[in-house]
C-alpha cells in the first residue's frame, strides 16, 4: 500500500531535550516536506526537500533541522525543543514539487 | 514571498445546497493551485487541483475555478452531503525546482442533514 508513515504519533517532552520524527514514503517519491498545523494558522511549510541531499528552507524553519539521506526518508529534528514547537505536524511527499502531495497521519508534539 | 488568504473560515449550509470557498494568492508567478479535505484526526488528501493555464476544472460535485488577472481561485461543491463536512484548505505554489508550497488558513464546512 502506499503511503506516508510517520512515527511517533504522539509525543510528549520537555523544553531543550532533543527528538526527532521520523516519516518514510514507499511511493519513490523525489519531493518532501514539513509542515506544522496550528488553529487558525492552516498548514505552514517547515523544511522542504527536491530530491537527496537537497534541502531548502519553507516558511517556518527556526527551531528545526532536516535531513535527506535517502529518498524514502525524511526525518524532523529538533535540537532543542520549545513550549512554542507544541504543534500537529505533518510529513508529506509527492513524485516532484508540482504533483499532489500525499500527507502522513499527523505527529501531535507536547513541549512543556 | 507568496501569502493565500481564504474566506470563509467556517461555512455552514444544509445538505444538498451548494458550497464556495475562495483564495487569493499575492504572487502572480504562482502556477499550482490544489485544494486539500482534512477529515478529523487524519492528513490532507488532495480533493481537486488546478494549473495557471486552464481557468476551470470539474470532477463529479467538485469544481475550481482560476482567476489569474485577479489572483484567486474559488472551490465549489454542488450537492452537498454529510460527509463533505470537513476541513478545506487552498494553496499555492510556484511548481518549479526549489519551490514551497504555501497553504490558506483553512474552512470548516459544516453540512446540516
Known amino acids: 500500500e502506499a503511503q506516508v508513515t510517520q512515527n511517533p504519533r504522539y509525543l510528549i517532552t520537555v523544553t531543550g531535550k532533543k527528538l526527532t520524527v521520523t516519516c518514510s514514503q514507499n511511493?519513490?517519491?523525489?519531493?518532501m516536506s514539513w509542515y506544522r498545523q496550528d488553529p487558525g494558522l492552516g498548514l505552514r511549510q517547515i523544511y522542504y526537500?527536491?530530491?537527496?541531499?537537497?534541502?531548502d528552507k519553507g516558511d517556518v524553519p527556526e527551531g528545526y533541522k532536516v535531513s535527506r539521506k535517502e529518498k524514502r526518508n525524511f526525518p524532523l529534528i529538533l535540537e532543542s525543543p520549545s513550549p512554542n514547537q507544541t504543534s500537529l505536524y505533518f510529513c508529506?511527499?509527492?513524485?516532484?514539487?508540482?504533483?499532489?502531495?500525499?500527507f502522513g497521519p499527523g505527529t501531535r508534539l507536547t513541549v512543556l | 514571498g507568496e501569502n493565500v488568504e481564504q474566506h470563509p473560515s467556517t461555512l455552514s449550509v444544509q445538505e444538498g445546497d451548494s458550497a464556495v470557498i475562495k483564495c487569493t494568492y499575492s504572487?502572480?508567478?504562482?502556477?499550482?493551485f490544489p485544494w486539500y479535505k482534512q477529515e478529523l484526526g487524519k492528513g490532507p488528501q488532495l480533493i481537486i487541483d488546478?494549473?495557471?493555464?486552464?481557468g476551470e476544472k470539474k470532477d463529479q460535485r467538485i469544481a475550481v475555478t482560476l482567476n489569474k488577472t485577479a489572483k484567486h481561485f474559488s472551490l465549489h461543491i454542488t450537492e452537498t452531503q454529510p460527509e463533505d463536512s470537513a476541513v478545506y484548505f487552498c494553496?499555492?505554489?510556484?511548481?518549479?525546482?526549489?519551490?514551497?508550497?504555501?497553504f490558506g488558513p483553512g474552512t470548516r464546512l459544516s453540512v446540516l442533514p
Open positions: 508529506a511527499s509527492s513524485r516532484t514539487s508540482g504533483n499532489e502531495q500525499f
Open positions: 511511493m519513490n517519491h523525489e519531493y
Open positions: 526537500s527536491m530530491n537527496v541531499e537537497v534541502t
Open positions: 504572487d502572480s508567478a504562482s502556477n499550482y
Open positions: 488546478i494549473r495557471s493555464n486552464v
Open positions: 494553496a499555492a505554489s510556484k511548481s518549479n525546482y526549489g519551490q514551497n508550497f504555501v
